[in-house]
């Protein structure tokens, strides 16, 4: 098991004692979670890698099912993401932006997409394409990469992890923006001048679009409904933060000025620091 950690996160020393066959790093100078995943997989040693973040909580037979997923024509393979029970509108908002396609209910086979938050891919395959992810881990273009050459990118619903994000409404907007933007401006890197044109006109009528998406997700299930109306306001500010980020990427072709997480960073070294005895 590998953990690339932001060096700001202190009183991690305790942590790496309790776990000693687990390799814990901190990679000095980057800082987000696209360049955490890239550093992490170059550290990994496996055949089959498997990804995630610290705020998902992989259920007890995740690694057996993921293996088991794993095969010929499929050029990688992801899982369904849930949302704890107790989260806030705003966790409930965050997490439609970011999981709606992945929560249940959904069917196995294949998928255009997959998430970093829950995804396995074989080494050989990751191998081939390694270019695109050494110094930053941008999941669209690698996972199109590997599409094209391996097969379908293949969703399992049976390998579950509960996410467990906690941000503020401001955090999570900007964060929804910058990560729009560069969902854009990596989008764009690969297409031809016509269809950057296309993106770039159609983008106005992204935030109907997504939201009318997420919409008929929510109407799929009575628990994914209740969240979906808890969290409708904050979740159109979602929407609409992350739209603008999107069009400016496919007008622009350039990344945020600053791309950042929110930042639940602080709560997580309170309880770090309280479990080790420090302040």
């Given at each position: 098991?590998?953990?690339?950690?932001?060096?700001?996160?202190?009183?991690?020393?305790?942590?790496a004692?309790?776990?000693?066959?687990?390799?814990?790093?901190?990679?000095?100078?980057?800082?987000?979670?696209?360049?955490?995943?890239?550093?992490a997989?170059?550290?990994?040693?496996?055949?089959?890698?498997?990804?995630?973040?610290?705020?998902?909580?992989?259920?007890?037979d995740?690694?057996?099912r993921?293996?088991?997923a794993?095969?010929?024509?499929?050029?990688?393979?992801?899982?369904?993401?849930?949302?704890?029970?107790?989260?806030?509108?705003?966790?409930?908002?965050?997490?439609?932006?970011?999981?709606?396609?992945?929560?249940?209910?959904?069917?196995?086979?294949?998928?255009?997409?997959?998430?970093?938050c829950?995804?396995?891919?074989?080494?050989?395959?990751?191998?081939?394409?390694?270019?695109?992810?050494?110094?930053?881990?941008?999941?669209?273009?690698?996972?199109?990469?590997?599409?094209?050459?391996?097969?379908s990118?293949?969703?399992?619903?049976?390998?579950?992890?509960?996410?467990?994000?906690?941000?503020?409404?401001?955090?999570?907007?900007?964060?929804?923006?910058?990560?729009?933007?560069?969902?854009?401006?990596?989008?764009i890197?690969?297409?031809?001048?016509?269809r950057?044109?296309?993106y770039?006109?159609?983008?106005?009528?992204?935030?109907?679009?997504?939201?009318?998406?997420?919409?008929?997700?929510a109407?799929?299930?009575?628990?994914?409904?209740?969240?979906?109306?808890r969290?409708a306001?904050?979740?159109?500010?979602?929407v609409?933060?992350?739209?603008?980020?999107?069009?400016?990427?496919?007008?622009?072709?350039?990344?945020?000025?600053?791309?950042?997480?929110?930042?639940?960073?602080?709560?997580?070294?309170?309880?770090?620091?309280?479990?080790?005895?420090?302040?």
């Open positions: 098991m590998v953990v690339c950690h932001d060096p700001n996160i202190q009183g991690l020393q305790p942590v004692q309790r776990h000693p066959g687990v390799r814990l790093f901190a990679n000095a100078g980057q800082r987000t979670p696209l360049e955490l995943a890239s550093a997989l170059a550290a990994a040693r496996g055949d089959v890698i498997l990804l995630t973040e610290d705020h998902c909580v992989p259920r007890a995740w690694v057996r993921m293996l088991e794993c095969g010929e024509g499929r050029a990688a393979v992801g899982g369904r993401v849930e949302i704890r029970s107790d989260a806030s509108p705003v966790d409930w908002a965050f997490y439609f932006v970011d999981f709606f396609r992945y929560a249940a209910p959904v069917r196995e086979g294949g998928s255009p997409s997959l998430t970093v829950n995804v396995a891919y074989e080494r050989d395959k990751l191998e081939a394409v390694r270019a695109l992810w050494e110094g930053s881990f941008h999941e669209t273009a690698i996972n199109g990469a590997l599409a094209e050459r391996f097969g990118l293949w969703l399992a619903p049976e390998s579950e992890v509960t996410m467990r994000r906690e941000v503020t409404l401001g955090d999570a907007l900007y964060e929804r923006y910058a990560f729009g933007r560069l969902f854009g401006c990596t989008r890197a690969y297409v031809s001048g016509a950057r044109l296309f770039a006109l159609t983008a106005p009528a992204l935030p109907l679009l997504l939201f009318g998406r997420m919409l008929r997700k109407l799929r299930s009575r628990a994914l409904l209740r969240g979906f109306t969290a306001v904050p979740l159109a500010g979602m609409l933060w992350w739209s603008w980020g999107e069009w400016l990427g496919y007008l622009s072709g350039r990344q945020p000025g600053s791309l950042v997480v929110a930042p639940e960073i602080r709560a997580a070294q309170r309880e770090i620091g309280s479990a080790s005895g420090g302040g």
